[in-house]
Nanobody, 127 residues
Framework: QVQLVESGGGLVQAGGSLNLSCEAS????????MGWFRQAAGKEREFVAA????????KYGDSVMGRFTTSRDNAKNTVYLRMNSLKPEDSAVYYC????????????????????WGQGTQVAVSS
């Protein structure tokens, strides 16, 4: 059974940092783009970051550029999200996703365009 399992969420004060991990199992994801989305209560899902599988190119959403860093370890089937300088508006459920397509932002149009999703991990940033 293929699974993506996020971990590392929690409560942090504004200005603080958190590290999220997403471990994939059930198959190799070395040829999958892996990335992160988030969804705050009452808001639409937002693209956060993704690492392409072909050349390791990384894309970030505008709201996290310069504060968040994503990386992947294919040997561990894991993608990471380092979140610095957190703001209350970063509070959301963070989801890991994976697909063969290079551009995961397509999954904002229809989440079914991403073949795999994790269950999400909650991040809360207090002011």
């Amino acid at each position: 059974q293929v699974q993506l399992v996020e971990s590392g969420g929690g409560l942090v004060q504004a200005g603080g940092s958190l590290n999220l991990s997403c471990e994939a199992s059930g198959r190799s994801f070395s040829t999958y783009t892996m990335g992160w989305f988030r969804q705050a209560a009452g808001k639409e899902r937002e693209f956060v970051a993704a690492v392409e599988w072909i050349d390791g190119s990384i894309k970030y959403g505008d709201s996290v550029m310069g504060r968040f860093t994503t990386s992947r370890d294919n040997a561990k089937n894991t993608v990471y999200l380092r979140m610095n300088s957190l703001k209350p508006e970063d509070s959301a459920v963070y989801y890991c996703a994976a697909d063969l397509r290079l551009d995961l932002t397509d999954c904002l149009i229809d989440e079914r365009r991403c073949q795999y999703w994790g269950q999400g991990t909650q991040v809360a940033v207090s002011s």
